[in-house]
């Protein structure tokens, strides 16, 4: 395979354990397949999952950390210090299986650079990791790899008897890949323990374009929910896991003792278990909050819900918050919370790391504790809700902070300088 130069870059293959949905990895190939599909190239997708353009697309079944072979793999590889020689097989099987089927959907899509989205990053998937680390030696395919989550960042991985594959393929230390990370905390880290160069681009919206309003559709979300027009919608637009500190969100709807304020949760617990989901609902009904879980009626797309009511895209569900709720302990960089400054809502967060070094500084306004509920807090949290002129001077502010520095043209500019740059040869030691 002749490894091209930049200005015969043309199609661009994004490959990731899935391309499908609503997880953030998805939503941010989604934002940067746009941008670099308005610099002209063309954009393509290798996944386990894929909701993308047939003739766009490549299917390889077992990319996906949730195919039974690549979730089996995983109990075995993790939550003890060693494998088993018939891991170890497996591994090297499924590695060879994967590497087979990504050059065969480079060869029929034609990719001329590669974006591999997180899955050098979190070991998932051990073995389509491994495979990729082989390939890009093996035909100098310039790549990019855009590093969400960290296995460092994750306790249920420091226990593993894959350490060898962890040390080769996340991250891998190949000076051939050009890496970018979404928050600069991530990136100081990287750099520590790879002794490589990285560039930071944060999570983005298209603040150049502001949301249209909701249309016909859209409209009777509330109702559909069961929440009337005079309520006060408390939006969790978050999957139900411990780092979201959902905890926070029900003590501050408590504390606001409005009976009209209620709590909606978007997502499910999706894989990261039942326990905290559990724990959620109790502590809810300790309290005596309404918790509406609405994840029946919120998808990737449009369409008709179990119960035969409409089901809305988290677009749809934004407009009609009154709140949006964002009290998580840690974060990659903040998808929702971007989200919520695009819509114009008024946040309330937790002050987590990346938020104090990549968000706060640069101007925004939110309702932000410091790891616990104070007076203080919950009285501004009042006041941005019945207080009009306070709360819109606070959405306007954000949404021009967010034009500034989160916006598509900040990718453009950044993607434009990597894509120039002369291929890079060479191991880091």
């Not at 035909?139 to 960290?150: K, P, S, Y």
């Not at 930071?200 to 859209?218: E, R």
Request: proline share 5%.
């Amino acid at each position: 395979m002749t490894v091209p130069t930049p200005s015969s870059i043309r199609r661009i293959g994004f490959i990731s354990t899935r391309i499908s949905g609503t997880d953030g990895v998805s939503l941010e190939i989604s934002k940067w397949s746009t941008i670099l599909e308005r610099m002209g190239y063309d954009c393509y997708y290798m996944a386990g999952r894929l909701d993308r353009p047939a003739e766009k697309s490549w299917l390889i079944e077992k990319a996906d950390f949730r195919h039974p072979e690549i979730e089996e793999l995983q109990r075995e590889c993790f939550g003890q210090p060693h494998r088993t020689r018939a891991t170890s097989q497996r591994i090297r099987e499924l590695l060879r299986e994967l590497k087979d089927q990504l050059y065969e959907g480079l060869v029929h899509l034609k990719i001329d650079l590669l974006i591999a989205q997180n899955c050098l990053t979190i070991p998932m998937n051990i073995p389509l990791g491994g495979a990729l680390v082989e390939l890009i030696l093996e035909t100098g395919l310039r790549t990019i790899a855009h590093h969400h989550d960290f296995v460092w960042e994750r306790e249920r991985f420091l226990v593993n008897g894959v350490r060898d594959y962890i040390r080769q393929a996340f991250p891998p230390r190949l000076a051939e890949i050009q890496a970018v990370v979404i928050n600069s905390l991530a990136g100081a880290e990287f750099s520590r323990r790879t002794g490589l160069p990285y560039w930071v681009i944060p999570n983005v919206m298209d603040f150049a374009h502001p949301p249209d309003p909701p249309d016909d559709y859209a409209r009777d979300f509330r109702q559909t929910i069961g929440i009337s027009d005079h309520d006060l919608l408390i939006l969790q637009p978050t999957r139900v896991v411990q780092r979201k500190g959902i905890e926070h969100s029900i003590e501050l709807v408590r504390r606001l003792n409005d009976p009209r304020a209620k709590l909606v949760i978007t997502h499910s617990s999706d894989d990261e278990g039942e326990g905290y989901a559990q724990r959620i609902m109790d502590y809810a009904e300790m309290l005596g909050v309404e918790i509406i879980m609405a994840q029946q009626w919120v998808g990737a797309e449009r369409g008709t819900a179990p119960d035969g009511k409409k089901r809305y895209t988290i677009w749809d569900v934004y407009p009609h918050a009154d709140l949006v709720t964002y009290p998580s302990t840690y974060e990659g960089f903040g998808n929702a919370f971007l989200e919520a400054m695009y819509f114009k809502k008024p946040v309330f967060c937790n002050r987590y790391a990346i938020y104090r070094t990549d968000i706060e500084p640069c101007g925004v306004r939110a309702i932000a504790m410091d790891g616990f509920l104070s007076n203080e807090v919950v009285e501004e949290v009042r006041r941005v809700l019945h207080d009009e002129k306070y709360r819109q001077e606070m959405v306007e502010h954000n949404y021009e902070v967010g034009r500034r520095f989160f916006s598509y043209e900040r990718v453009e500019t950044e993607l434009h300088s990597i894509l120039q740059r002369p291929a890079v040869l060479g191991y880091a030691e």
